[in-house]
């Protein structure tokens, strides 16, 4: 089954800026929809951001629209989420998969620290 691993986390201060990476196992890749979720300390699961087999359809958490912008790369198995304005409260653990998840394939995910 396909594998994901995360990358591109840190810690930032408010208004800064990340790019994450993920980095797919398989060519299957391709023919899924991903997304981005995220987990906060105590919270579950959440979300936050869509994008079609083609890359041509993209949604977003109205807690991030018109901050974050994901992407992918089909030849290189790979998708990105361009995070700008970050907020404290988008501390998270960022974890991506398909959509919807497939259980098995979820990576350690990247930590992303916002201090304000």
């Known amino acids: 089954q396909v594998q994901f691993v995360e990358s591109g986390g840190g810690l930032v201060q408010a208004g800064g800026s990340l790019r994450l990476s993920c980095a797919a196992s398989?060519?299957?890749?391709?023919?899924?929809?991903m997304g981005w979720y995220r987990q906060a300390p105590g919270n579950q699961r959440e979300l936050v951001a869509t994008?079609?087999?083609?890359?041509?359809?993209?949604n977003y958490a109205d807690s991030v629209k018109g901050r974050f912008t994901i992407s992918r790369d089909n030849a290189k198995t790979t998708q990105y989420l361009q995070m700008n304005s970050l907020k404290p409260e988008d501390t998270a653990v960022y974890y991506c998969n398909t959509v919807p998840p497939l259980r098995n394939s979820w990576g350690q995910g990247t930590q992303v620290t916002v201090s304000s």
């Open positions: 994008i079609s087999r083609s890359g041509g359809s993209t």
């Open positions: 398989s060519s299957t890749f391709s023919i899924n929809a």
